[in-house]
């Protein structure tokens, strides 16, 4: 299903996605092509830690079944009062763009030689330019726990 309008709560919700930072425990290449996907809170309603931790669960099956590499990292917002367990999965967008409709997410960013694009998946929107990913990485010694 893909949302034909971008009514109020989308379009902040579109909006909070723009302003996402990064959590990871090691740095990226900056000329790696990855896909950044996350299988908390589908459409954007907000779930309970557990359940975003079976969901991560199943998005970790769905991509290991792909045999491509992918790294744990944090999507978290500028003050860090909201974060979400996410995948950097290195493979194409248009795969990417598959397997976050799969696990009913909005969006996903892609990254492409240091560039983050953020792109609608159920929602219609522009892909939106964010300039340089490394620019929203912030490295930490290890990823926080989120709720158990």
């Given at each position: 299903?893909?949302?034909?309008?971008?009514?109020?709560?989308?379009?902040?919700?579109?909006?909070?996605?723009?302003?996402?930072?990064?959590?990871?425990?090691?740095?990226?290449?900056?000329?790696?092509?990855?896909?950044?996907?996350?299988?908390?809170?589908?459409?954007?309603?907000?779930?309970?830690?557990?359940?975003?931790?079976?969901?991560?669960?199943?998005?970790?099956?769905?991509?290991?079944?792909?045999?491509?590499?992918?790294?744990?990292?944090?999507?978290?917002?500028?003050?860090?009062?909201h974060m979400e367990k996410s995948w950097?999965?290195?493979?194409?967008?248009?795969?990417?763009?598959?397997?976050?409709?799969?696990?009913?997410?909005?969006?996903?960013?892609?990254?492409?030689?240091?560039?983050?694009?953020?792109?609608?998946?159920?929602?219609?929107?522009?892909?939106?330019?964010?300039?340089?990913?490394?620019?929203?990485?912030?490295?930490v010694s290890e990823l926080p726990d989120?709720?158990?």
């Open positions: 299903m893909i949302l034909t309008r971008m009514d109020s709560h989308f379009e902040q919700l579109w909006h909070l996605y723009q302003s996402t930072e990064f959590l990871l425990t090691q740095q990226l290449s900056p000329f790696s092509q990855f896909a950044i996907i996350t299988a908390h809170n589908p459409q954007g309603r907000i779930l309970t830690a557990c359940q975003n931790r079976l969901r991560d669960r199943a998005l970790l099956r769905d991509i290991e079944s792909l045999g491509v590499p992918y790294r744990a990292m944090i999507g978290a917002s500028r003050d860090l009062s950097a999965v290195f493979l194409s967008r248009e795969d990417g763009l598959a397997l976050a409709r799969r696990h009913q997410q909005n969006a996903i960013y892609y990254v492409a030689e240091n560039q983050l694009e953020l792109l609608p998946c159920l929602m219609q929107a522009t892909p939106a330019q964010m300039g340089a990913f490394s620019e929203r990485v912030r490295l989120l709720g158990r």
